[in-house]
């Protein structure tokens, strides 16, 4: 009975121990998260048609999206000082622009 006893407990720690991995890869590696961050020629030119749109400024992030029919997402902080989000689908055209600094209202300027 004590080795039955010692080969169960064995056994629940290997497979507690390959879950807790398991779980902490697909958070290391993004699976656990929609927007995961973009790199490479993708970028580049999710960056630029960005920039086009919002009529420059500096582009901060490019992440995969999944929000409103968009497939990229680029952080614009534009010349004004506010930050834009510019949603763009797969052809790098733009589906939105959403606001995200105070005080500017839906047609993107600044209230006074």
Known sequence: MRGRTRKIVVGLAVVGALVLGGTALARATGAFDDEQQLVGPQADRARAAALRATGGGTANAVE?????????EVEVTKKNGST????????FGVVVIEGDSEGEDSDGDEDE
């Open 84 to 91: 834009v989000d510019v949603r763009l689908d797969e052809s």
């Open 64 to 72: 995969r999206d999944s929000e409103d029919g968009a497939t990229y």
